[in-house]
């Protein structure tokens, strides 16, 4: 961060350090002015009454609403991951198929659900769960939220996973796949043992940032009356009419959650790119980011 | 390729298992849902997020109106309050439910309708409400829904009684909906908007709860019927003693009392003329 | 088949497409440009903009849009009574445009920022050789490239926010997955005909954008 940053400027001489602690002085002043004005808002209107916090703070809050909640956000999203892998894997292996039909057919599949918004996949899936599927009795139709957000991400997520895993075999370089087949591998065998492999390291990091997706994702859940951490915060607040202060608390979970696993992907990704480094590209920066970025390409 | 699919397809299948074992359905309920069998048990769905009609913290006791009247009508039917298994039934799965036999009958603000009736059987009515309007207790200027022409209105979304006043009544008014009626309270309190619309018991309901107390009051001017049935399956054989059971708490003074404790503070008493009249006949159980 | 044809005379599928699409731009608008000033402020010699900016991007980007959405009608709306327009409709249009903007401008600031991480040093350098300070090198020398070696970023973010304008349903926004869900309830019979007619429109928003992205990244890049 720093050195990227030191590119830009010259380090500075005393007017430039008078200039910067002036702007630094600036900044402040704006960011107090901008949480003063906020907070007497909120004070004008008996939001930071401490009755309204403790509620949404409480043993009570917790055990019987984040923390079950909580639990129905990660489980959604851990299947989610997991189903989206295999999801992943099978589209990323048929759009690399010999076969120009098969190719063509799971591309348009891939394409399409990459396409469509997890929002409308959700509100379809649930909708249909509930009135077509249920009836028969292969699902509790109070379950029906609750597939419909897996299925939704899943059905997403894999798309993105196996348009990852497209790329990611694109940009190895030619000599494996030529190598493999001078060893007289068969094109799937070749993909399956020498080029997945590959691009499956490369992606760790991207699959994990993808967890973070799918666990913001699954907040869409709420929209379809799935109870999850948002949908717990809302009826906590309901019961106690503090909607406000339990929903603050649903975001800084969120936000706690996330950060961390951004924080555990750049890790792994300095992690792999060390392993392999002689191999790729001197890797300058290993932001999230341009990992991200060259993924994409 | 064949084995990797083979895998794959396992990995699949099992995944499926995970997922259903783990499914909300499964895990939610007490002493362990449905495995236990049905004979000794029976399964009320009631709403948990509807304080004054039906509201359940996690595992607690769940408290409100229609929790009463199903307390009351189990007991008749031969059941203890140890053997009633809750379990929650939101306003868009009533239906599913009773129709995939996972709950044996429904207290949860359940207008019958000739639309429902074609689903599921209803017994009772074992309350008569009507939609009404909350308001800021200091309000003495909204009566009525004629009185709305200019106010904001709050209401939830896909629910019919906001769009009925604005084209019966006040075109004039401005509509919000929202994903539930607790964040239409919050407004009504900041004063976004002037008035809440739905139910006159789910209205009191929310008014009643300690955090809300005294600052808002039911206009008590109903402009429709909504008879609460109970909710069974087609062909259930409990009805005619659900009725019976219905008619006994109402003339035993358990009713009132129940209803007393759900709406307290409110100035809300519910239609006398509605809820012993014509629209309070109990439904017919032949069909 | 009949049915579903009174349907689309009955519902206005169009007018909530177009809901989409200007939430879209305007969204697109407000979030480039806010994303760029966050930019500006996460390599500014600046240390409290540093935070600033890193702070905003942190908060933000782990935050569920849907969430953003709901306490922005909930407790700015609601609690803190800042309204923008006294029609419902245009109030919450505003506010679902932003919430959009606030997401998406973290993912804008992060797309940049990449983009400046492909400008070599040597450009940077140059630029302070000829006495150029900060502002003046970042807006002559370095945004111009980074924004080209940012157009594969930036074209998924304006993708991921086409998608996105669809959570303004939360915001009771008359868009088009609201409609989808109306539509269905009321019509289940004809729910997959329903959903295939918003999910096409969708993909004819969203597929001949990612199309433009990859040819304008090709056209556009920096040859170094």
Known sequence: MSAEAGILFDAPGPRARRKILLANLLALAGVLVVAAVVLLQLNRQGQLAPQQWTNALNANAWANYYLPGLKFTLQSSGIAVFTAMIFGLVFGFLRLAPFAIVRGASSVVVEFFRAVPVLVMMFFLYFFLSRQVAPTG???????????????????????????????????PRGQREAAAALGMTSSQSLRIVEVPQALTAMLPSLLSQFVVILKDSALGFLIAFYELLQYSRQLGAGYSNILQTLVVAALIFIVINYVLTRVATWLAGMLSSRTGGATAPATSTTMVSAAGQGMR | MRTKLASAAAVAAASVLIMSAC??????????????GGGDTVRIGIKYDQPGLGFREGDGDPTGFDVEVAKYVAEELGYTEDQIEWVQTPSANRENALEGGEVDMIFATYSITDERDERVDFAGPYFVAGQD???????????????????????????????KIKEEYAQGVELVEQGGYAECVTYLESGQVDAVTTDDIILAGLAATPENAEKFMVVGNAFSVERYGVGIPTGSEMCEDINAAITQMKED?????ALDTATEGTGYTPDEELNNGPEAELESCDD | MNGFIELLAEYDVLGAFWMNVTLMAIAAVGSFVLGTILALFRISPVESFRAIGTAYVNIVRNTPLTIIMVLGVLAVWGQLQV???????????????????????????????????????????????????FLPAARIIVLPQALRGAITPLGNTLIALTKNTTVAAAASVAEASGLMSTMIEFNPDLMVYIFLTIAIGFCLLVIPMGILTTWLSDKLSVAR
């Open chain 2, 133 to 163: 309007l909350l308001v800021r207790a200091d309000d003495t200027e909204i009566t009525g829904p004629d009185a709305l022409d200019g106010k904001n209105l709050c209401s939830v979304t896909g629910s019919t009684s906001a769009q």
């Open chain 3, 83 to 133: 309204e923008f327009f006294s029609s419902f409709a245009l109030n919450f249009f505003t506010y679902a445009v932003i919430a959009l903007t606030l997401y998406h401008a973290s993912f804008v600031c992060e797309a940049i920022r990449s983009g400046v991480n492909t400008v070599p040093l040597g450009q940077v350098e140059a630029a302070r050789a000829i006495g150029l300070s």
């Open chain 2, 253 to 257: 003074g358990a009713w009132q009392e």
């Open chain 1, 138 to 172: 292969l699902i509790a139709s109070a379950d029906s939220a609750y597939f419909a957000v897996i299925i939704g991400l899943t059905l997403y997520n894999g798309a993105v996973i196996a348009e990852l895993i497209r790329s990611g075999v694109r940009s190895l």
């Open chain 2, 23 to 36: 499914a909300p359905s499964q895990t939610g309920g007490d002493e362990g849902g449905e495995a236990e």
